[in-house]
């Protein structure tokens, strides 16, 4: 059953919405994740800076970070690979780049339609704007429930699933104890609410992230003149043109574009709920913030594998290694058995800080039909059990289950997103007419907004005019146009 649901999702649905709708985001926007580029980069002025009771918008981009790099840069890149050929990196790139224009409208929305809590901080996501954008409450609940269980519970799962495989392979330690291990500290984490997973993410994630970054490029360096033949390989082999490798060019899109999601999750649903957390000036601003996370997870940390992975000759046509070790074995041949331990430590923290992130989304989820604390209790128990039951399964049980509730979850949300592409647009006007303005940093008037359902605890009318930069206004402009 898995198989058929899957062979249609992914063989057929999912492959033209994803690609089709990311080009047509692109276009009508005017490449917006390529426009505002340059500006991804200013969030990280706000590293240090910390205001009481709120998140940042940089905490909400490592959180946001902390979610996507995990398995399936490690994992699921290696799958991808043996089951699609180097040729479905290509794919992945494609679908990351289209997806960053996804993810800019559905962050851009989480944050217009979010909703201010009883203790000052905010709370929303795709079941928010499907519900207040839309009006369509049976849709918000669909989606709350795909949200629940694919990342609540199934994703968790993959998660727990990569790193007990890792950690067996490495030290040869029983996948249930390291299921047992990650249960008490993962519990010791998630009691502490969406703060203390924000202040953990934000000092976790640029390590870890940066630590493997730094081991891909000294694994280049050392194949340099390899580089260039291992680049045109995986081209050639995305468009069939290699046919020594896996399925040809349709195992090539099949795995790109399946793995690419699992990895990036543009257009998922799930990065618009960590979006909407964040205080900032102006709905649009985190959009262009949230792109970066895609940028980051696909082209650096997903193609780091790729690229240790295809420059260690390791990787063979229809063997049977597959998975987090063949990422690992391929990084021992390159530097030593001591890389197989390095693949298994950063794996280690990867999986954790999306575990807490994975439960945070469900937590999410679950606010959205109730907030009473008995029910809480219950879905942390369930989270724990499903931590461990994944640590011992196998694999092509673990990752059919979620690719299944994945694909709905995202085929809902991309369904909402089209419907509200007009109000999304629309935003995105008026963060361009401020910039071309020579406002540096644009500022939200819900007023303009008055005929849309929002929260005017969260987003205030007439709030205090942005001053112009005074130089060079022009210089500005002409940049974002």
Not at 81 to 109: D, K, R
Not at 175 to 185: E, H, K
Not at 405 to 431: E, Q
Request: with cysteine; proline share 3%.
């Amino acid at each position: 059953m898995l198989d058929i649901l899957n062979d249609f999702l992914w063989g057929k649905l999912l492959i033209v919405v994803l690609v089709g709708l990311g080009l047509f985001f692109s276009i009508s926007s005017r490449f917006v994740q390529f426009r505002y580029f340059s500006d991804m980069f200013r969030i990280f002025g706000q590293a240090l800076q910390r205001k009481e009771g709120q998140l940042s918008g940089f905490q909400a981009l490592m959180l946001s970070v902390a979610g996507r790099v995990g398995a399936g840069n490690i994992a699921g890149v290696a799958v991808a690979i043996m089951l699609g050929g180097p040729g479905a990196v290509f794919w992945m790139w494609v679908v990351a780049l289209l997806g960053m224009a996804t993810s800019y409208f559905e962050c851009s929305l989480a944050q217009l339609y979010k909703r201010r809590e009883a203790d000052g901080t905010y709370r929303g996501g795709p079941a928010f704007y499907i519900l207040h954008g839309l009006g369509l409450r049976w849709l918000a609940v669909v989606f709350s429930i795909l949200l629940l269980v694919t990342f609540g519970f199934g994703f968790n799962a993959v998660q727990s699933f990569t790193v007990a495989t890792s950690l067996h392979d490495t030290f040869g330690l029983p996948t249930w104890i390291s299921g047992v291990a990650l249960v008490g500290v993962i519990g010791l984490i998630v009691f502490g609410g969406i703060k203390r997973i924000a202040s953990m993410a934000d000092v976790l994630v640029p390590i870890m992230a940066g630590s493997y970054i730094a081991m891909a490029l000294f694994v280049l360096g050392s194949n340099i003149s390899e580089v260039p033949a291992t680049l045109a390989l995986i081209v050639k082999s995305a468009f069939g043109l290699e046919p020594a490798f896996a399925g040809g060019i349709g195992a090539a899109i099949l795995m790109g574009v399946k793995r690419g999601l699992f990895s990036n999750e543009a257009g998922l649903g799930s990065a618009p709920n960590v979006a909407a957390v964040a205080e900032v000036k102006h709905p649009a601003a985190q959009g262009i913030v949230q792109s970066l996370s895609v940028f980051i997870d696909t082209l650096l940390v997903c193609t780091s594998t790729a690229l240790i992975i295809l420059l260690s000759g390791v990787y063979q046509p229809g063997s049977e290694m597959a998975g987090v070790v063949l990422t690992q074995t391929a990084l021992a041949a390159e530097v030593g058995e001591w890389g197989r331990v390095f693949v298994s430590m950063a794996l280690l923290l990867f999986v954790f800080t999306t575990l807490v992130y994975n439960y945070y989304l469900g937590e999410n989820a679950l606010s959205f039909f109730s907030t009473k604390r008995p029910l809480l209790i219950v879905y942390r128990v369930l989270v724990m059990a499903l931590v461990l039951w994944g640590s011992m399964q196998d694999l092509s049980t673990v990752f059919g289950f979620a690719d299944v509730t994945m694909g709905l979850l995202a085929l809902v949300n991309l369904v909402a997103l089209t419907l509200l592409f007009k109000v999304g647009k629309r935003l995105m006007h008026d963060y361009d007419a401020q910039v071309k303005a020579g406002i540096e940093s644009p500022v939200f008037d819900a007023a303009k907004f008055a005929d849309l359902d929002l929260d005017r605890a969260a987003w205030p009318t007439n709030p205090a005019a942005p001053t112009p930069v005074a130089e060079p206004v022009a210089g500005l402009a002409q940049s974002h146009r």
